[in-house]
């Protein structure tokens, strides 16, 4: 190993790396620093930007505000029975005892929440959660959370640096010593070299055509830890959100909040049928509402009526809104209609109402839609919007198995299963993030620091500047169109064995032409080049999505093959690892799941 | 499917020159979305910062047309498309590449500013009680999405360039916030008046006529917040009370 400190780049030294400022780094960063630790956070673009501003209905944490049956052991088992029982039961526990101290801290921090009649922070229904759960703003409680947890995080001595983004992980030996990582305005490369690093790096959405998700989400935390040499898990649940805007063109994709449902919204189809009530799960049944007038009674408050079907689980709405489309029942976009002006019929003033509880989905159409939601149903389908699968990590320190590499928030695995509740990520990156800082400085506190590889820096250094070599090849931005379309046709929400087998092969041609990708420019502010940079990590999480898609032959949670369309029992014992072989191939296997203790199995039990 | 021509600004660090991209027009489109057309198609390395694509992060800022707005939400059926549509980085801070500028001005800015501080809880379990009416009035500036299109309409920073002396219109919402929150004790006045450069504004409301949270930036914002530096350092008996109270 050469002498790193006679490298040339600029670089870094810090206990802990954090890589992602959204939720669930920014939680991580200002729990590594009240460590005690010297902390830097990375983020891909300015700070306070990330996709946690775009989470709209609330923060799901067991406060009995609203409703006092509520507790953990109600919200585990909602948790569980949402992700098909393939989550970690104990990220399950933990997440559903810590969450309501976690929201708590925010408002200690500064956010303010929406109140109750007494003045506590106010609850609201989402779908799955069998009580009024989420604590929320308005709908921009993302929002409301990434800025408090900004406000408070810059007060605490850590390190920001913006509109970074990583090339690679560094590693010595085994352990975990950093990353290399450029800067977009000038191309800088720039060494971090780190006792722990924490990957927060959100999600995958830009692998799919129609997504909620921002260019940022390329899988960069999936493939960044992949490469390192850890586990992978759960990656052929991918959450296709049932609301997403789809007409007019543009907009497609744009995230409809469950908020709309959870205030009363209705699903309809063309003949303005509510079709949810035609197919209510078997697992569902006894708490799901036969008729509106009970639907309508719960979305109210009313503790004796059961949840109207629109509040099912995302997996199960968006399939029975893709099968209305298919069947030719759909709205004239291709979409169905999702209502919440009807609510006039009950209530007086309800365009006021509605504008109250739903601000920026009023917005939203208004401005982009030219459509009034106060007056007309919205047309709406699914998108892709969340990543169950993740870096494989221990439920109490969030360490992968790469010592020192921790993960948070959406790029971890483990809590959601086979699906995600509505709610549960926000939650999700307060506890885990939290976690995740504080065993991230505690590791860095008891090892020293690793010595950086100048070789790999090298090579990586000069991959990442291959496409500047070249007079001409291939535009980056097709490569990236081309398989978003190969995804989102072949990998989506209704999948085939024929179908997936031929998306591998369709990515893999599409890895080769990668390696001939041409940029035209230099290395400042490139988005041309930060698109093929991008593309490495999507090709590679797009493979893993599609070869854990095609070994699992079943139908569960977010997993739906037409070629195995029911549950196997066989099935609901195993998870799915991804990993790198030592050949470099992508290797895929089941492993068993994570077994529950007595008082869980008790738990789970009593709930059913 | 019609055409337009966007007349984008290109170059680096202030040096630069429009250049003409033509690009089809499809139903609903956005400014955003021509630029990611163009991007894709003829100028693979046009810089430009975007994310949600939905109003809701404040990246995408631009003068369209020489008005400070999100590119992600201006319609191109509210612009003509008969002329070029002209599309040119904020005005207000360091100009990077083409649609970039620096805004790490604005970070360095909100630093300075007194964080929160609570009131001790009300409740033993560590929690506070709070009026939904006394939420709603800080709600309404926790919308701001910090696009800093307020900080470049205002004439103080875009002609008087007066960075040094004056905080803007953003920053002023968020001591609005933090002073009108239910439950923080901090007292960021002295500093608004002495440091933060609040007599500089003069009510003109261009900065909450281009927030697009609608967020009523002069009337709710500043307004209440020089009448409170006012009552403090220029009311005759205020200044009686405290020569003598101490």
Redesign the interface.
Known sequence: MADFETHHFDTHQHDVLVVGAGGAGLRAAVEASAGGVKVAVLSK???????T??AEGGVAAAMGHVDDRDNWRVHFADTMRGGQYLNNPHMAQYHAQEAPARV?EL????A????TK???ILQRNFGGHKYPRLAH??D?TG??MI?TLQ??G??QGID?H?EMTVLTLLKSADRIAGALAYDR?RGRFKVFRAKAVVLAAGGVGRAFRITSN???YTGDGHALAYHAGATLLDMEFVQFHPTGMV?????RG??VTEGVRGEGGVLKNKDGRRFMFDDIPDNYKSQTADNPEEGWRYTQGDKNARRPPELLTRDHVARCIQREVREGRGSPHGGVFLDIAWIKEHIPNSAEHIKKKLP?MY??FK???DLDITAEPMEVGPTTHYMMGGVKVDPATQMSEVPGLFAAGECAAGLHGANRLGGNSLSDLLVFGKRAGEHAAEYAKSNGMPAADSAQIDEASRMALAPFERSSGA????IQ?SLQGTMQDLVGIVRLEAEMARAVEEVGALREKAKSAY????R??????H?SLDLDNLLTVSEAIARAALLRKESRGAHYRDDFPGKDSDWGKYNIAVRKAADGSMKVERVPIVPLTGEQAAIIEEMK | MSQATFRIWRGDRGKGEFRDYSTEVSPGMVVLDAVHQIQASHAPDLAARWNCKAGKCGSCSAEINGKPRLMCMTRLNQIPLDRPVTVEPMQAFPHLRDLVTDVSWNYEVKKKILRFAPRKPDAADGTWRMEQVDADRVQEFRKCIECYLCQDVCHVLRDHHKHDEFIGPRFFVYNAALEMHPLDTADRLGDLKRRDGIGYCNITKCCTTVCPEEIKITDNAIIPLKERVVDRFYDPLTRLFRMFGG
Not at chain 1, 519 to 522: D, L, R, S, Y
Request: hydrophobic share 35%; charged share 25%.
């Open positions: 673009s300015l700070l306070g930007k990330a996709h501003v775009m708590r408002e200690a921090w500064g303010l929440f929406d109140r007494d003045g506590r703003v308005g921009r929002l409301e800025r406000d408070h810059i007060h920001f913006m305005e921002s260019w940022e007409w007019p063109p543009s907009v744009i995230l920026s917005h939203q401005q982009l839609a535009n980056p931005y097709e169109h940029i035209p420019g230099n400042e502010y490139n988005p041309g080049w698109t």
